[in-house]
């Protein structure tokens, strides 16, 4: 009877280690990726009651992080476990105290598109030894191409009024999927009776202590504006090579370009840019890095007036190295700021 139940126990253990490997074999094959929460401002911060995320392979098994948003409108700067799968949907719901309101926004995302995004790597930097090649973004990542990141973050912002943006993340670059708009929850007396037992404060506290009338969407709607245009950055010095240009916009996306991709960007329609960082050399011990940050009222005022679909932002550097203009169809483009620094950074054409 003792070796039936030593077989049975054995058999069991065996099939509980496979069982693991399958699961861990599985995982390893599924995307895998963080979930973000995070606001445009700390006076929005929301507050989560009920989640779930639908991916493609294993239904309603991924969920969001504990407890409220935070970070800035794109980035939370806060991480969660792991999840796994091509997430298609989402049920979500949550508390915005400024409006002493309950939204549940219960949303798919179009499965082609999820799957085409969960299997790209964008390419966030150069790589010293493999650089040939390069493409903005490809499928396939081999061993050595480590400049290529794979998708790594599902994020969500929440704005005012049950605007809900969703952003997918490659590392150093950022993608928007798509805006969506959660609806407030009418019977909401079991939500309430759910969130507020935990909290020190009662609902007509919370009410009278964060409630903002005034609260709105519209800014960071407006910052999905788009138009079509590309960067174009140059120098009057005939030395003058360009590396890197790190573009982060006002609608929460950022990209990188590499050489030869900064060289001749596409022109595709592209939001605000609230800052571009680019680097670049004119001869051995001659770095430069420049920083030029963006008014957002400003500039999409100038592309409107421009009512171009063919738009070209130049960044014209003195032959000196010591500063640069900001121009968009050739008219001079107003800015927030423009800074030139030394840089130490060392690229594969660099001047030897």
Known sequence: MDKIKQRVLHYSLAAFVFTQLISCQMKKELPQFHVEMCHPESKYRIEL??????????????????????????????SWTE?????????????????????????????????DLTKRFYCNYEDLEYNSDVKEYAYERKPYQNAYTAFSDLVFGFAPKGMVVVWVRYGATKKELGRYQAEAVKDDAPLGKKLFA?????????????????????????????YVWRPSITSENPNFKLFDVMTAYYNGESEIAVRPISLNPAKRERAIPSSITFFWETGKGEKFE?????????????????????????IKINDDNRSFEVLLNKELLETVNKRVYRSNREFQESYK
Do not use: C
């Open 49 to 78: 009651v009920e989640d779930k995320i639908k991916t493609l392979e294993k239904g309603w098994s991924a969920t969001f992080p504990y407890g409220g948003s935070s970070g800035e409108w794109g980035a939370s700067h806060a």
């Open 83 to 115: 999840q796994y799968g091509t997430p298609i949907g989402v049920d979500v719901t949550y508390y915005a105290d400024y409006e002493d309101t309950f939204y549940r926004l219960k949303t798919d995302f179009p499965v082609e598109t999820m799957q």
């Open 198 to 226: 935990s909290w020190s404060m009662n609902r007509k506290e919370v009410h009278e202590k964060y409630l903002n009338p005034n609260a709105s969407p519209e800014k960071w709607d407006n910052y999905r504006n788009r």
């Open 290 to 314: 420049g920083r030029v940050f963006f008014d957002w009222q400003k500039t999409n005022e100038q592309f409107k007036r421009e009512g171009s679909k063919d738009n070209e932002m130049q």
